[in-house]
């Protein structure tokens, strides 16, 4: 009797202390989700237009947060969806390549007063001219209504960007734009831009991993009455009819200026908001994106 209750002993403890370190083990695998932050949360109210370039969508396929308002059409030449900052991203190449989208009447893109455009980009050395990121085509400016790229720049270690809007409200000078050189561009890296134009201070900016790297105030046209009107709210227009990442109106038409390029690098987690981010709101999108990243 007192045989069986030692081994009876025995084995209810060697049970117990499997069960423990069972238990303890299954407290120390990782949450595969700890920690992470859907970015889509940040300012979400705000949020209208998301491109995630997982893959190729269908013909017709609506962009996220658009209200089926901005739809995909094709996607051009050597343009391709490789690995990018968060799953995959849109490849551009040096020779044709471009994606486009169509954008319909009623879209919030046509009633901007402010807005943010924010991605991922990595982009490569250009030497060649400029090359078009993302263009909202509209309004009569060949620059197209919202605009960001990348300028040709002598041989180094820094990307030169381009951030283009058009106010169509304003008569004497209707074209607007930002650039900067900075070293927190860096070619063949990946980093995190916002471009904001805020109409309560009529300040264009750059943003760059969560932090503002530049800003300019931004004027309506010349002096009048010795003052120089600020833009303050703008006027998008109401023509918008195309979206394209990677190439200018005129390479898609067949009209090119010699000095116009096809963006060779990757463009990943797009997004537009119809209105200025906070200085939190983008650290906080930054953040998010971050938790987000390929490993």
């Known amino acids: 009797m007192k045989k069986f209750l030692k081994i009876s002993g025995v084995l209810f403890g060697t049970m117990l202390f499997s ?3 069972l238990t303890s083990c299954s407290k120390d695998e990782p949450d595969p989700n700890a920690g992470k932050i859907d970015p889509s949360t940040i300012a979400s109210t705000n949020l209208i237009a998301y491109f995630s370039f997982e893959s190729e969508p269908a013909a017709g396929t609506a962009v996220a947060n658009s209200n089926n308002t901005i739809t995909y059409v094709e996607k051009v030449g050597a343009a391709s969806f ?3 900052r968060r799953g995959n991203g849109y490849k551009g190449s040096a020779s044709e390549a471009y994606l486009e989208y169509n954008v319909a009447s009623g879209t919030a893109l046509k009633t901007l007063d402010e807005f943010t455009m924010a991605c991922w980009i990595k982009t490569p050395v250009t030497t060649s001219g400029a090359a078009k990121i993302f263009t909202v085509n509209g309004g009569d400016s060949f620059m197209g209504t919202l605009s960001l790229m990348q300028e040709s720049q002598a041989l180094g ?7 283009y809007l058009y106010d169509s409200a304003s008569p004497e000078w209707k ?5 900067k050189n900075v070293t927190e561009f860096l070619n063949d890296h990946w980093y995190h831009v916002a471009a904001v134009y805020r109409k309560s201070t009529s300040t264009m900016e750059f943003w760059a991993n969560g932090v503002k790297v530049f800003e300019q105030i931004k004027y309506a046209g010349p002096e009048v009455g010795g003052v120089q009107p600020k833009l303050e709210a703008i006027t998008l227009g109401s023509d918008m009819s195309k979206i394209h990442f990677g190439a200018w109106t005129q390479q898609i038409a067949g009209t090119p200026e010699g000095w116009m390029t096809y963006f060779k690098g ?4 797009y997004r537009i908001y119809n209105k200025a981010l906070s200085a939190t709101e983008i650290e906080n999108l930054y953040d998010a994106e971050v938790t987000q990243i390929n490993p």
């Not at 270690?157 to 381009?162: I, L, P, Y």
């Not at 990757?266 to 987690?269: G, H, K, L, N, R």
């Open 19 to 21: 069960v423990m370190i």
């Open 82 to 84: 490789v690995t990018g």
């Open 157 to 163: 270690d820094s990307v030169d960007m381009k951030f």
């Open 175 to 179: 074209g607007q734009d930002l650039r």
């Open 266 to 269: 990757i463009v990943d987690e």
